[in-house]
């Protein structure tokens, strides 16, 4: 009724296989843990990229709007001027026609 040797050794060899599996388990576990670590860094690198070129772009944005709006500025000046200068070069020649209409009569 006692334990006998072949069962001790079974259980042991046993106790061993499920230690093994066990520690398999772990190193598999410490491994897909550093890749997935390794994946997060490698997605905060791309993110952190992207953003910097996200800046550049909309930086680049910010610039071609100022320069398109002191264009538009610019231009818009010019026209307010053209518009004065018509006005005077009207009145002007209204003057002149005046004047000639003057000196045939």
């Known amino acids: 009724m006692g334990i006998s040797f072949s069962q001790i050794i079974l259980s042991t060899i046993l106790f ?3 230690y093994y599996f066990k520690a398999r388990y772990e190193i598999n ?3 897909e843990i550093r890749n ?3 994946t997060i860094q490698q997605m905060k690198e791309d993110h952190k990229e992207e953003v910097r070129v996200l800046k550049n772009k909309y930086s ?3 610039r071609a709007k100022d320069f398109l709006q002191r264009n538009f500025l610019e231009f818009q000046e010019k026209v ?3 518009r004065f200068d018509l006005i005077v070069s009207k009145k002007n020649e209204a003057k002149t026609i005046t004047k000639t209409l003057k000196q045939f009569l």
């Open 60 to 62: 680049q944005l910010e």
């Open 29 to 31: 576990q410490e491994e």
């Open 80 to 82: 307010k001027l053209d």
């Open 36 to 38: 997935f670590k390794g």
């Open 16 to 18: 061993c296989l499920g």
